[in-house]
């Protein structure tokens, strides 16, 4: 990264010397993230959560319209995250069960449907609402998907239907299930329970199956998982620059993704600087592989002049702009288009965002993102499908005095991003890591407020860092849950790179798009800690570790 760790660890130094103006344990934090209502359930709200069945028809010609209707009906175009700014979405879990036939197979397979699925407004029976979905399909003996993605079209009453179209991948291969359910009065219960569908692979048919909502296990969890967060402003806005030209400020735009074919991490960095002398702002970043096999390899780009403007950044060739990362650095080149799958994950208070009263802030505009396209550094070239990643905002003075990063896709939806780290202010330099934790589950975020994680309840019971290499920990506790997360960064899959401050000072970040991390999600539940959740990452992991 070199950002979320290093140049939003700076907003550590606000936290701990801000004082009443972070308002700490006061109430004056973050407002309920995107999904944020509660702290992370324990229940199937939360975990596997199901949903009222989307289904069509439960008749066989269904299917052979849904064929018709991919073609005939335009795609929905979701947004990438819930609501504009200050307007409410709709967020809610949906389970299905059925089974699916294969073409050229002789008997049907077990099929599971997990969704999350986010609208950008407050869903209107009376009218159509454009959704976005992610989530889980499983078909036995066939594929596990955990990075499944599609569009939903509810329009119960308007067009008598709603829809699916969900891509997933299944040995190597992209398919997409298309169907929907024509709701009629005539079988209310039917056809807003049974969802008929058909398999397409690059538009020909591969196959075919119905999925039914289970009414009676999964009733009260589909209702009990709504939510209608605030919209945060779409991540296109998030992405725009902040830099209005005063000296002394860092911008940064970052990307780190894994590759799912060949296990390979990538790293694209993109930073605006403002030298704290007044001298002229340039644009510079670099890339970086992490190969499953074989040595790091990365190259600069830049420095070069800075053009005001724009919906990203752009400048020498390398462009970072809503849904498309283009450029080069040596003999490295890169072409990939980006794709949201989450709402947008604040690491530090949201109003730190809006309102740059800390001397750094950090933003994630989509938690989670999938994305395609090539990477060729050398020889090789990497193509890139649907792989799991994020891209990172990061605006302030500079880096940290030492920091850790991380950013974990956990899957099945659920992302944590851990920001830990210790201010350069004199006199607060001795003190430990302050930690920023946030864990989304579904369609909740933990801890409630961001700052519980930082300073806890007037400095009690805060999240702790242990901050090293090769291994560095975090730990916490928030209500009745806590956590535990082990992050290691391998010699050979970590890349060293120095920074230069708008002052002037150096600093260090070692970086690995491949390192292994641990994380224990315990609940306590009659007089004991109990096991919640728990996630091993092989070389999956995206961390930094940074030192003065």
Partial sequence: MSTSGSDAGTGADAVASAGSAWGVGTGTGEEADAGSAGDVGADAAVTAVPTGGVGTKADGTAAAGAAAAATATPSVTAPSAPGGAGRRGTVFGETMLGTVRLDGEDHSRRVRLDLRVTADRVMRPLGTTAARASGRIRVAGWTDDARAEGELEISPLARRRIRY????????????????????????????????????????????????????????????????????????????????????????????????????????????????????????????????????????????????????????????????????????RWDLTERAADAPLFTFPRWSWRRPLLPAAQILPAARASYDGTFSYGDTTLTPTSAPGASARIYGHGNA????????????GDVLEIVAAVSMRPGLRRLPPLVFLRLRRGTRTWPRRVERSAAGWAGLGRFRAAVGLPTWTVSGRAGLRRIRVEVTQPEDRTLALDYTDPDGSPAVCRNSERADAHVLLERWWFGGWRTEAEWTLDGTAHAEVGTR
């Fill in 401 to 412: 005095r030492r920091w850790a990063w991380l950013h974990a896709d956990l899957g099945g």
């Fill in 165 to 332: 179209r969900i891509s997933f991948t299944a040995g190597g291969r992209r398919f997409t299930l298309d169907g929907w359910k024509s709701v009629t009065p005539r079988r209310p219960l039917t056809s807003m329970t049974v969802l008929p569908f058909t398999l397409y692979e690059d538009g020909a048919r591969a196959g075919g199956g119905t999925l039914r909502f289970p009414l009676a296990t999964g009733l009260l969890p589909f209702l009990a998982s709504f939510r209608f967060p605030r919209g945060t402003g779409s991540a296109e806005a998030l992405t725009a620059p902040r830099w209005k030209g005063e000296p002394g400020r860092t911008e940064v735009w970052y990307t780190t993704l894994t590759d799912p074919a060949t296990g390979a991490g990538l790293w694209l960095h993109h930073e605006l600087t403002a030298p704290a002398d007044g001298s002229e702002a340039y644009a510079h970043g670099w890339a970086a592989v992490f190969p499953e096999h074989g040595p790091v390899r990365h190259a600069r780009f830049g420095p070069a002049e800075w053009t005001p403007g724009g919906a990203g950044f752009t400048a020498d060739g390398v462009e970072a702009v809503p849904g498309r990362l283009t450029g080069s650095a040596g003999a490295l």
